[in-house]
């Protein structure tokens, strides 16, 4: 075995996992600045961290280092223009020295985007991969991460989404190996009154990202174990959130859900992603519906057509066991939980498990029909032929994906 295959997993942020760890923000805060006298840049969503009474504390936290914090929001997911317009307000005034980004994965992925564009001479379209034509620098300015949602896992990769919607849409990524936070403040605290529908959208956006990443030939086995984790994480998480928090403690279950979407960043900064991000991608450039709702109503039964051409093709055993593993994974967090879920599976009932489980969770989930967003059959007929399959262990043909699609529309 390539025994560097265990340990070459680059650079893995700064991080404290506890509730209550937002208590760092000021001492890291300081310790992470850049040199000069500008202000700290806070960015973060349009209202929820205020509502809910967590954005006044985390601002006068910053502001007990000395520095002057400016304040962004973000509405919705985050564009080229946002960013654009960001990076030319702060220019007219003292270079910031440091970027918080808090909120979910727009906000996260709006923060990193500017704490590198603040350090670049172009327009931020010019740094996009597919669209632009300057690969970025990799300079940066330092910035810490505090998600308040558990999807993305934006604080722990080293990529930032940006996008336009409508005919000329694209989802894209400002990537660079220099992008990762340069600290990460998992609080589980500070998702206390997030809505449970969205918490489960961005749940499932987890667990997908896990789950492709796991399947990824590219995943070396130190990764592997680390997603085990994140999938029995997400897993035992999950159904609490379909029983709007019922059946676990609230902060418990967060937390759970907290650390399985750091380690889906991990995953998806070091692996490939599948067939449900190959479908997100385009969607999400023409209509615009939630990366974590496309995730939710699209994993299900894209696990569900891999699982079926795998077993009939035959020759990716590894793939095969590690749907197998994923489903003993669910069954034995399900057991753990109270829940019925059987003790002896074969490798075949173990996948099926898997599915079946999954496939429940969406349909007690209630995620809109994609229609809701928009996606009708003249959307499908634009975007079916962008999907990518490529990083799918299996190779599903055109007609599966465009039933996969109808499905859920």
């Known amino acids: 075995m390539d025994c560097s295959a265990l340990t070459n997993l680059g650079r893995i942020p700064r991080l404290a996992h506890a509730p209550g760890s937002r208590s760092h923000l000021r001492k890291w805060a300081a310790e992470c600045k850049a040199g000069g006298d500008g202000p700290v840049v806070f960015v973060t969503g349009r209202d929820s961290l205020r509502r809910r009474g967590f954005e006044a504390p985390l601002l006068d936290a910053l502001r007990g280092t000395g520095m002057p914090v400016t304040v962004l929001r973000v509405a919705g997911e985050p564009s080229d223009g946002w960013v654009d317009a960001a990076r030319d307000a702060l220019r007219e005034g003292s270079p910031p020295v440091l970027v918080v980004a808090a909120g979910g994965g727009s906000a996260l992925d709006a923060g990193k985007a500017l704490a590198a564009m603040l350090t670049e001479p172009e327009p931020t379209v010019e740094y996009l991969e597919g669209v632009g034509h300057r690969p970025p620098s990799g300079s940066c300015l330092p910035w810490i991460a505090l998600p308040t949602t558990a999807g993305t896992g934006s604080e722990a990769t080293h990529n ?11 989802k894209r990524s400002l990537r660079h190996a220099a992008y990762k936070a340069s600290a990460v403040i998992l609080d589980a605290e500070l998702a206390i009154g997030c809505p449970p529908q969205t918490t489960a959208a961005c749940g499932m956006d987890a667990l997908t990202q896990l789950l492709e990443s796991y399947l990824s030939p590219l995943s070396p ?11 029995e994480l997400a897993a035992r998480s999950l159904p609490a959130v379909r029983a709007a928090m019922h059946t676990r403690p609230e902060t418990a279950c967060r937390h759970d859900l907290a650390m399985a979407a750091f380690l889906s960043g991990v995953g998806l900064a070091h692996s490939n992603l599948g067939t449900v991000h190959g479908f997100a991608g385009p969607l999400g450039a023409r209509v615009a519906v939630p990366h974590g709702v496309v995730c939710g109503t699209l994993l299900a039964p894209c696990l569900r057509e891999t699982v079926a051409w795998l077993e009939a093709d035959g020759s990716n055993g590894a793939a095969l066991g590690k749907l197998a593993r994923a489903g003993r994974i669910l069954a034995g967090a399900q057991t753990a939980a109270g829940e019925p879920a059987p003790t002896r599976m074969s490798e075949r009932e173990s996948r099926r498990h898997l599915v079946e489980t999954i496939s429940g969770w969406t349909e007690r989930m209630r995620f809109p029909p994609l229609r809701d967003y928009g996606v009708d059959e003249a959307v499908a007929a634009v975007v079916l032929p962008s999907v990518s399959n490529r990083k799918n262990p299996a190779q599903l043909t055109p007609e599966t994906l465009r039933d996969i699609l109808h499905e859920r529309m």
């Open 160 to 170: 930032a989404v940006l996008g336009r919607v409508g005919e000329a849409g694209f």
């Open 221 to 231: 086995p130190l990764l592997d174990r680390w997603l085990e984790w994140g999938i």
